[in-house]
């Protein structure tokens, strides 16, 4: 495998060591932020490449069904913090405080998916990231808090 693509102009570094050894390290615009992207593949195609701008397209996309699905299964998050601030969070505000921290593709043949990491500014999740699994169907599903 090369040891760097280039994906609309942004530059993958693949990792040769530590926790992301064999995968391509990377930036790109997501939710209008520059946001980490790791890309795992078997190989490195046209395919490949194409099935992974889908899937950062998508998310673009996408961005009020992903928090949809995560407001849904976490308003206690805002109430949570209404009380412990003593403030009125809204709804919307809390929306426009989530962005994405990080993304992780796997992709390998016809299999191929995704999760990322969503974050606040400011720290409404008290220190955690809340993690969303995309399927190859494009299911979004909140996977958990991390940290």
């Known amino acids: 495998m ?20 064999g995968a391509y390290l990377g930036k790109m615009n997501v939710w209008d932020k520059d946001t980490d992207i ?3 593949t078997e190989g490195q195609s046209d395919e490949v490449i ?7 397209a998508w998310l673009n996309d996408n ?10 299964e976490n308003y206690d998050f805002i109430e949570f913090v ?15 405080a989530l962005f994405v921290e990080n993304v992780y593709i ?6 191929s998916e ?18 969303m699994i995309i399927s190859g169907k494009y299911e979004i599903e909140f996977g958990g808090m991390n940290g």
């Open 2 to 21: 090369e040891k760097t693509i280039a994906i609309e102009g942004n530059k993958f570094i693949l990792e040769e060591d530590g926790v992301y050894c």
């Open 38 to 40: 790791v890309l795992e």
């Open 50 to 56: 194409d099935k992974f701008i889908e899937k950062i």
């Open 63 to 72: 961005k009020t069904a992903v928090l949809d699905v995560f407001i849904d």
């Open 82 to 96: 209404n009380e412990e601030n003593n403030m009125e969070l809204t709804e919307s505000d809390f929306r426009d």
């Open 106 to 111: 796997y992709i390998n043949g016809r299999n």
């Open 114 to 131: 995704f999760s990322f990491d969503l974050d606040t500014e400011p720290d409404y999740l008290c220190g955690h990231l809340a993690n």
